[in-house]
T-cell receptor, first 112, second 112 residues
Framework: KQEVTQIPAALSVPEGENLVLNCSFTDSAIYNLQWFRQDPGKGLTSLLLIQSSQREQTSGRLNASLDKSSGRSTLYIAASQPGDSATYLC???????????FGTGTRLKVLA | DAGITQSPRYKITETGRQVTLMCHQT?????MFWYRQDLGHGLRLIYYSAAADITDKGEVSDGYVVSRSKTENFPLTLESATRSQTSVYFCASMSDPRAQAFFGQGTRLTVV
């Protein structure tokens, strides 16, 4: 059974810092992995999708990497802004299925 | 409007009542999902569907029923609501396991 762990559970940083959010998963036979953002009281918004054949994916100030063999993914946020404050969730999807399994998330607060 | 919509956004019901949460997507995505989100548990999969008339249970399906007679709709029914089903429910869809998943805004259900 796939288990997904995200560290840290919560993070508070001053504006402008570069930061790294970590995601580990126990079953490396994944199809792809998606990073989501969730604002309080809102649904999830997809940030980055990394296919199993890719090592990383970039969108603006966000960069996500994937190391399938070690069961790890990281989300790098450059030059953080108060608007980045949200909960970030990672979710791998196992090969042969189409079910995303979610980590419990990292709650990020960027202070102005 | 294009996208994925859930209704109602908020619902209060009494223990033992049947309640149906609606989910509608306009993209004709094949895959649809229901998740519930609870503090301390993150997002857990209730039911999923690969196409119209094809559904399968997730990890927390007891007490829930789904149907999918049309590709664009995926209603979730609580047959006899219990207090433990108080939660925020999210519907999601995707065209393909290699593609992004899109989430609705959620339904906050309170069972009293």
């Amino acid at each position: 059974k796939q288990e997904v762990t995200q560290i840290p559970a919560a993070l508070s940083v001053p504006e402008g810092e570069n930061l790294v959010l970590n995601c580990s998963f126990t079953d490396s036979a994944i199809y792809n992995l998606q990073w989501f953002r969730q604002d309080p009281g809102k649904g999830l918004t997809s940030l980055l999708l990394i296919q199993s054949s890719q090592r990383e994916q970039t969108s603006g100030r966000l960069n996500a990497s994937l190391d399938k063999s070690s069961g790890r993914s990281t989300l790098y946020i450059a030059a953080s802004q108060p608007g980045d404050s949200a909960t970030y969730l990672c979710a791998p999807i196992r090969g042969g299925t189409y079910k995303y399994i979610f980590g419990t998330g990292t709650r990020l607060k960027v202070l102005a | 409007d294009a996208g994925i919509t859930q209704s109602p956004r908020y619902k209060i019901t009494e223990t033992g009542r049947q309640v149906t949460l609606m989910c509608h997507q306009t993209w004709s995505h094949s895959y649809m999902f229901w998740y519930r989100q609870d503090l301390g548990h993150g997002l857990r999969l209730i039911y999923y569907s690969a196409a119209a008339d094809i559904t399968d249970k997730g990890e927390v399906s007891d007490g829930y029923v789904v149907s999918r007679s049309k590709t664009e709709n995926f209603p979730l029914t609580l047959e006899s609501a219990t207090r433990s089903q108080t939660s925020v429910y999210f519907c999601a869809s995707m065209s393909d396991p290699r593609a992004q998943a899109f989430f609705g805004q959620g339904t906050r259900l309170t069972v009293v």
